[in-house]
């Protein structure tokens, strides 16, 4: 059974400090991907990151990076010096390459609050 | 062009209305999708289309009904809806077919309101 769980239901913080979203997975497959999307209030889920299950190398986007460890299930997503503008809901997804249609399976979000 | 359109934004409709929802996208991508979000959920998957015909329908109830004219776009018509419908509707499409091995776009969404 595949299954994302992400345990912060909401974060709060101030400005310019460092944040991190969790997600563990569960997956029976050996082949399978996993996503973040931010959902700012205006509802756009915004792509933000796709790894497969056979890259474990962690990756950096400007203020955005994430950590995969199989060993673990888990793909983390951390926000460097946050800003107001990183206020949203986040969201980990799974899919597996054959199974299901592709169908994305989603945690619950966390709601990240950045304040002035 | 990268980027997947809904019209419109906002729509309130009666019980006995008939409205639709469209899409649109310009990315080349062969499958397209409909979800559901109610307020602080997920996503729920609706439908899926891939190379313009239904390849899942995910138990949704006939009151909501896709079509798929063409490669770039997908409506969803709705009819005799319930108050509990009212939600956000997303769209999406992916480069290939059912394999999860693309990234799904989304659109801006359609918050629907059914009085």
């Known amino acids: 059974a595949q299954k994302v769980t992400q345990a912060q239901t909401e974060i709060s913080v101030v400005e310019k400090e460092d944040v991190t979203l969790d997600c563990v997975y569960e997956?029976?497959?050996?082949?399978?991907?996993l996503f973040w999307y931010k959902q700012p209030p205006s509802g756009e889920l915004v792509f933000l990151i796709r790894?497969?299950?056979?890259?474990?190398q962690n990756e950096i986007s400007g203020r955005y990076s994430w950590n995969f460890q199989k060993s673990t299930s888990s793909f983390n997503f951390t926000i460097t010096a946050s800003q107001v503008v990183d206020s949203a809901v986040y969201f980990c997804?799974?899919?597996?390459?054959?199974?299901?249609?592709?169908?994305?399976?989603f945690g619950q979000g966390t709601e990240l609050s950045v304040k002035p | 062009d990268t980027e997947v359109t809904q019209t419109p934004k906002h729509l309130v409709m009666g019980m006995t209305n008939k409205k639709s929802l469209k899409c649109e996208q310009h990315m080349g991508h062969r499958a397209m999708y409909w979800y559901k979000q109610k307020a602080k959920k997920p996503p729920e998957l609706m439908f899926v289309y891939s190379y313009e015909k239904l390849s899942i329908n995910e138990s949704v109830p006939s009151r909501f009904s896709p079509e798929c004219p063409n490669s770039s776009l997908l409506n969803l018509h709705l009819h005799a809806l319930q108050p509990e419908d009212s939600a956000l509707y997303l769209c999406a499409s992916s480069q290939e077919g059912l394999a999860g091995v693309s990234s799904r776009f989304f659109g801006p969404g359609t918050r629907l309101t059914v009085l």
């Open positions: 997804a799974l899919s597996e390459a054959y199974n299901q249609g592709g169908k994305l399976i």
């Open positions: 997956t029976r497959d050996t082949t399978y991907y």
């Open positions: 790894r497969n299950s056979f890259d474990e």
